[in-house]
């Protein structure tokens, strides 16, 4: 396959040549032929969204998840330029947690697309707050204290596939887990914490690695210097994830975290909920018994209030966003959104850049300064397009 455009981060014409599931090389000037793309197409390493709870009204965090649903929910992820995500389930009873994520590592089994997409897999919660306001939308009853032979049990129905866990460091016991799991290979990363200033640097010395969409999952009112959330942000070892849909973070509390962290240490999350990709309107039993509404903006929130209960917007829209709102240009947008994360997880040897031997897993789009959302061209993962606008 012969992929003519721009790569992203250069203006030059280029030629990508994939084989296999491989790029096989990337020519640059005048560009030939090429069955995919344009001159005016924009070629990216594959936006790889560390945070998606399922799509178009699948949610991974049900006890009931098939294999034949999540097969099905990639085609909302892949239409909107995301071929590569960490699937993530929530808080939950232990037998539902064990269910969804066997189904997901079936998934995985069963088939080759859904393998390379699936970088890792998201555990956040249950060991998260039980307060109102850290715990978000998570079910109180569900919540508890980190118990690392449970965890176990996660990820051997996994499959061995838990790369990320969030959890709520001031959870008793907290500290010794974070170590276990960081010695297992298993990033942890904070959120849905209310943690003291002092238990988040505990937490970093334990080996903390990331925190889940930095400023959202706290409370609405904080002292305004001593809190968990500068503490996060001045900690150099942790990567943000942050959440660019404008609803979750304005725009400057986007632009001051992303210079924070000197972009370098930002993943761009969607966070979206199952419901992504539906059409506006109120949906029921999202969140246990809430009744949630999307709005035409993309907003999710519990029906009849002004809370925050999830996203709907894709990388696709996160991207240009970005863009707006902070002084990214394009190309740091697409790396906190491909590379960042790529090297999170450890996997930028093969995945994030488009270089010769690298995975062929890319996101094809045309986009203008000022224009909104990216207009999708192609979605390739590991040589395969599995979408093409
Ligand atoms: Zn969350």
Redesign the pocket.
């Known amino acids: 396959m012969i992929i003519r455009g721009k790569i992203v981060g250069t203006a030059d014409p280029a030629t990508v040549t994939v084989e296999g599931k491989q790029i096989a090389s990337v020519e640059t000037g005048a560009a030939k032929g090429g069955e995919l793309g344009g001159d005016d197409v924009w070629i990216s390493p594959g936006i790889f969204d560390v ?1 998606v709870n399922g799509a178009g009204g699948v949610s991974y965090n049900s006890a009931e998840l098939t294999v034949d649903e999540v097969l099905k929910s990639c085609e909302w992820p892949y239409k909107a330029g995301t071929p590569l995500l960490c699937p ?1 389930i ?1 808080t939950s009873p232990v037998d539902q947690a064990l269910a969804a994520l066997t189904a997901l590592s079936q998934a995985c089994e069963e088939s080759a697309t859904v393998r390379a997409s699936f970088v890792g897999f998201h555990v ?2 249950p060991y ?1 707050a039980s307060e109102d306001g850290p715990r ?3 079910p109180l009853e569900h919540t508890r204290d980190p118990d690392w032979e449970e965890f176990c049990r996660y990820q051997d129905a996994a499959g061995g596939r838990i790369k990320i866990f ?1 959890l709520a460091p001031e959870r008793e016991g907290a500290l010794a887990f974070i170590e276990k799991a960081t010695a297992s290979g298993v990033i942890i990363s904070l ?2 914490t209310g943690a003291t200033r002092q238990r988040v640097r505990e937490a970093v010395e334990a080996g903390a690695k990331m925190s ?2 930095l400023g ?2 706290a409370h609405a009112t904080l002292p305004r210097h001593d809190n968990y959330i500068w503490e996060q942000l001045a900690a150099d070892e942790l990567w943000a994830g942050l959440i660019p849909d404008g609803h979750h973070l304005p725009g400057p509390v986007l632009k001051s975290f992303c210079r924070g962290k000197q972009k370098e240490r930002v993943c761009l999350v969607s ?1 979206v909920a199952s419901i992504a990709g539906l059409p506006a309107g109120v949906y029921d039993r999202v969140y246990g018994e809430d009744r949630v509404e999307i709005h035409e903006n993309g907003k999710i929130s519990l029906a009849g209030t002004p809370y925050l209960a999830g996203a709907s917007l894709f990388l696709d829209k996160g991207i240009p966003n970005t863009v707006a709102f902070t002084d990214a240009s394009l190309e740091d947008a697409v790396e906190m959104a491909s590379i960042n994360p790529a090297k999170l997880l450890g996997v930028d040897d093969r995945l994030g850049i488009v270089e010769p031997g690298k995975e062929a897993s890319l996101t094809l789009f045309r986009w203008e300064e000022g224009q909104d959302v990216l207009d999708i061209v192609a979605t390739i993962v590991a040589g395969e397009v599995v979408h093409q606008g």
Do not use: M
């Open positions: 945070q993530t929530t956040e919660g998260i978000g939308a998570h969030t959120g849905h889940t969409h959202n999952g966070d």
